[in-house]
Structure formats: structure tokens, C-alpha cells
């Protein structure tokens, strides 16, 4: 079983930035695909990017391309999510989640363990 707990939220300007990082609990933090979603009020839970096991791969909403960079540090367990250029859009609660499979998933169902989730406030 996996723990997540992500940071790093908080309130930002537009144009401004912000980096998540999910640090997880237990030592098989690299037998994991992880990802990154986020949900505004009212609306559902959306993809925003995920990365394979090795970090050699990334996924990433066409929301956030070219703006966002998902990495990873397996050696320190923690996944990050580098957020540039924020618009007021971006504001939602951010979570991360872990997959027990090789394949990048862009479906919430697909994976297995959640965080708590960050808020993230993006003022115009």
C-alpha cells in the first residue's frame, strides 16, 4: 500500500508559478505510474499529466502543455508537478495518484491510491 501526500498549493497570480511535489510513503515508489489530476467546483475530476514508472515517458492534457512539467525522483520518492504561466483556469484542488501498472492512464478509476489533494488559487 502507497501513502500519498502532495504540497506545495497555494495562492498565485496569473503568469505566476507554482511546483507540487507528492512525497509517497514505502519502497516501491518506482513500481508505480503516477499522475496528476485536478477538480474545480462544480466540475469533474480531470487528467492534467502522468508519468511511467522510470520517468522516461510523460502524458499531458492539452490544457497544460508547454505550461506544466511532471518529473519524478525515485531515489527520493516524491513526484512533481511544475506549474508556469497559471491562468485563473488552473484553480482546482490538485491530487496525486499512484497506479499499479507499467501503461500511463489518463481515467481517475484506473488508478489506485489518492492524496488529499492541494489547493491551488490562481487570481486574475
Known amino acids: 500500500q502507497v501513502q500519498l501526500v502532495e504540497s506545495g498549493g497555494g495562492l498565485v497570480q496569473a503568469g505566476g508559478s507554482l511546483r507540487l511535489s507528492c512525497t509517497a510513503s514505502?519502497?516501491?515508489?518506482?513500481?508505480?505510474?503516477m499522475g496528476w489530476f485536478r477538480q474545480a467546483p462544480g466540475k469533474e475530476r480531470e487528467f492534467v499529466g502522468a508519468?511511467?514508472?522510470?520517468?522516461?515517458?510523460?502524458n499531458s492534457a492539452d490544457s497544460v502543455k508547454g505550461r506544466f512539467t511532471i518529473s519524478r525522483d525515485n531515489a527520493k520518492n516524491t513526484f512533481y508537478l511544475q506549474m508556469n504561466s497559471l491562468k485563473p483556469e488552473d484553480t482546482a484542488v490538485y491530487y496525486c495518484?499512484?497506479?499499479?501498472?507499467?501503461?500511463?492512464?489518463?481515467?481517475?478509476?484506473?488508478?489506485?491510491?489518492w492524496g488529499q489533494g492541494t489547493q491551488v488559487t490562481v487570481s486574475s
Open positions: 514505502g519502497r516501491t515508489f518506482s513500481s508505480y505510474v
Open positions: 508519468i511511467s514508472r522510470s520517468g522516461g515517458r510523460t
Open positions: 495518484a499512484a497506479r499499479r501498472d507499467f501503461l500511463v492512464a489518463l481515467i481517475p478509476s484506473l488508478y489506485d491510491y
